[in-house]
Protein backbone atom coordinates (compact mmCIF):
# COMPACT_ATOMS: atom_id res chain seq x y z
CA UNK A 1 0.00 0.00 0.00
CA UNK A 2 1.23 3.61 -0.92
CA UNK A 3 1.38 5.82 2.42
CA UNK A 4 3.48 8.02 1.00
CA UNK A 5 0.52 9.38 -1.73
CA UNK A 6 -1.89 8.71 1.58
CA UNK A 7 0.17 11.17 3.93
CA UNK A 8 0.89 13.44 1.63
CA UNK A 9 -2.47 14.21 0.09
CA UNK A 10 -3.87 14.29 3.84
CA UNK A 11 -1.17 17.06 4.64
CA UNK A 12 -1.98 19.34 1.73
CA UNK A 13 -5.84 18.83 2.46
CA UNK A 14 -4.90 19.68 5.80
CA UNK A 15 -2.53 22.31 5.27
CA UNK A 16 -5.45 23.99 3.15
CA UNK A 17 -8.44 23.69 5.81
CA UNK A 18 -5.74 24.98 8.41
CA UNK A 19 -4.50 27.94 6.70
CA UNK A 20 -7.83 28.53 5.35
CA UNK A 21 -9.26 28.61 8.88
CA UNK A 22 -6.14 30.11 10.69
CA UNK A 23 -6.17 33.35 8.08
CA UNK A 24 -9.32 33.61 6.77
CA UNK A 25 -11.54 33.10 10.08
CA UNK A 26 -13.86 36.12 9.50
CA UNK A 27 -14.63 35.38 5.78
CA UNK A 28 -15.39 31.55 7.21
CA UNK A 29 -17.04 32.78 9.93
CA UNK A 30 -19.73 35.07 7.94
CA UNK A 31 -20.23 32.18 5.60
CA UNK A 32 -21.15 29.65 8.75
CA UNK A 33 -23.99 32.71 9.46
CA UNK A 34 -22.35 35.00 11.63
CA UNK A 35 -18.79 36.05 13.62
CA UNK A 36 -18.84 36.40 17.38
CA UNK A 37 -15.49 36.23 19.01
CA UNK A 38 -15.64 33.05 20.12
CA UNK A 39 -16.10 31.51 16.83
CA UNK A 40 -13.39 33.48 15.49
CA UNK A 41 -11.10 32.64 18.27
CA UNK A 42 -12.64 28.47 17.86
CA UNK A 43 -11.78 28.66 13.87
CA UNK A 44 -8.22 29.85 14.38
CA UNK A 45 -7.81 27.15 16.84
CA UNK A 46 -8.75 24.29 14.79
CA UNK A 47 -6.75 25.79 11.78
CA UNK A 48 -3.37 25.33 14.06
CA UNK A 49 -4.82 22.09 14.93
CA UNK A 50 -5.07 20.98 10.83
CA UNK A 51 -1.79 22.91 10.30
CA UNK A 52 -0.55 21.01 12.75
CA UNK A 53 -2.23 17.44 11.90
CA UNK A 54 -0.66 18.66 8.20
CA UNK A 55 3.00 18.79 9.30
CA UNK A 56 2.84 15.74 11.36
CA UNK A 57 1.78 13.85 7.83
CA UNK A 58 4.11 15.58 5.46
CA UNK A 59 7.19 14.68 7.70
CA UNK A 60 5.95 11.40 8.50
CA UNK A 61 4.71 10.57 4.95
CA UNK A 62 8.36 8.96 3.91
CA UNK A 63 8.65 6.58 6.84
CA UNK A 64 7.82 3.05 7.03
CA UNK A 65 3.55 3.03 8.19
CA UNK A 66 1.30 0.37 9.01
CA UNK A 67 0.88 -2.58 11.57
CA UNK A 68 3.12 -1.64 14.71
CA UNK A 69 4.96 0.96 12.82
CA UNK A 70 3.79 4.69 13.36
CA UNK A 71 0.94 3.28 14.97
CA UNK A 72 0.05 6.85 16.77
CA UNK A 73 0.27 8.31 13.68
CA UNK A 74 -2.85 6.64 11.57
CA UNK A 75 -4.84 5.71 14.67
CA UNK A 76 -4.56 9.73 15.09
CA UNK A 77 -5.62 10.28 11.42
CA UNK A 78 -8.16 7.15 11.29
CA UNK A 79 -9.92 9.10 14.41
CA UNK A 80 -9.80 12.49 13.13
CA UNK A 81 -11.67 11.39 10.12
CA UNK A 82 -14.28 9.33 11.46
CA UNK A 83 -14.83 11.51 14.20
CA UNK A 84 -15.25 14.23 11.45
CA UNK A 85 -17.01 12.14 8.95
CA UNK A 86 -19.66 11.33 11.48
CA UNK A 87 -19.60 15.19 11.99
CA UNK A 88 -20.76 15.86 8.69
CA UNK A 89 -22.86 13.23 8.07
CA UNK A 90 -25.14 14.22 11.10
CA UNK A 91 -25.26 17.71 9.74
CA UNK A 92 -26.61 16.20 5.89
CA UNK A 93 -28.85 14.38 7.82
CA UNK A 94 -30.23 17.66 8.95
CA UNK A 95 -29.93 20.06 5.97
CA UNK A 96 -28.68 18.84 2.85
CA UNK A 97 -25.20 20.93 1.47
CA UNK A 98 -23.41 19.35 -1.30
CA UNK A 99 -20.42 21.26 -0.23
CA UNK A 100 -20.85 19.19 2.57
CA UNK A 101 -21.50 16.23 0.78
CA UNK A 102 -18.75 16.44 -1.47
CA UNK A 103 -16.14 16.84 1.98
CA UNK A 104 -18.15 14.35 3.49
CA UNK A 105 -16.78 12.33 0.68
CA UNK A 106 -13.69 12.97 0.89
CA UNK A 107 -13.15 12.39 4.55
CA UNK A 108 -14.97 9.11 4.23
CA UNK A 109 -12.20 8.40 1.49
CA UNK A 110 -9.45 9.07 4.30
CA UNK A 111 -11.13 7.06 6.87
CA UNK A 112 -11.25 3.76 4.77
CA UNK A 113 -7.60 4.15 3.13
CA UNK A 114 -6.27 5.23 7.21
CA UNK A 115 -8.36 2.18 8.13
CA UNK A 116 -6.86 -0.19 5.27
CA UNK A 117 -3.27 1.34 6.43
CA UNK A 118 -3.87 0.49 9.92
CA UNK A 119 -4.22 -3.51 9.03
CA UNK A 120 -1.98 -3.59 6.09
CA UNK A 121 1.84 -5.28 6.52
CA UNK A 122 3.99 -2.31 6.09
CA UNK A 123 6.47 -4.59 4.07
CA UNK A 124 4.33 -4.91 1.59
CA UNK A 125 4.72 -0.75 0.83
Not at 52 to 66: D, E, P, T, V
Request: glycine share 10%; proline share 2%; hydrophobic share 55%.
Amino acid sequence: MKTKWLLSSSAVMMGLIGLAGTFMSEEISEILGGSSPISLILLQIIGGLYLGFAMLNWFKRSARIGGIYNKPVVLGNLIHFVVVLFALIRQLAEQFDFMFFILSLVYLGFAIWFALVMRSNPISN
